[in-house]
């Protein structure tokens, strides 16, 4: 972890951290490379969540973020395209799922298992696929 810190993926609500290993291998995999790659510091807005906690953002009941294999992320440079973001990860090739939103991006890597490589954007009350994944 060269860019990153565990003190950036506790729960919002409980300040704990589980799952350390797939969130090492998220970082080392994806992010830190992203911010690489990009130049510019990038602020961990959720990483690992404890159930209660994502049940009162709302997260999907089997959200990675439980399991430490997820994290929204945006750019801390000011004026920063998210999409720029978005086109570094995968164009690094190394995700699991990367989903832009209006202020932030989601994106997962499993450790262990297939990952999907699938690209969507936040639309509405749903998604729109940006790749076949």
């Not at 906690?53 to 994290?71: C, D, I, R, T």
Request: hydrophobic share 35%; glycine share 10%.
């Amino acid at each position: 972890m060269k860019y990153f810190k565990m003190e950036e993926f506790e729960c919002r609500c409980c300040g704990k951290v589980r799952f350390t290993e797939n969130i090492e291998a998220l970082v080392e995999n994806v992010l830190d490379p992203a911010r690489e790659k990009l130049g510019m510091a990038i602020s961990v807005n959720s990483g690992f969540r404890c159930p209660r906690h994502n049940a009162a953002v709302g997260g999907e009941p089997q959200s990675q973020h439980m399991v430490g294999e997820a994290a929204d992320i945006s750019p801390l440079k000011s004026g920063s395209k998210l999409e720029q973001l978005v086109t570094v990860i995968v164009e690094q090739g190394k995700y699991d799922q990367v989903i832009l939103y209006p202020t932030f991006v989601h994106v997962s890597w499993k450790k262990n298992g297939t990952n999907r490589r699938q690209i969507l954007k936040k639309s509405g009350n749903g998604y729109q696929r940006l790749s076949k994944g």
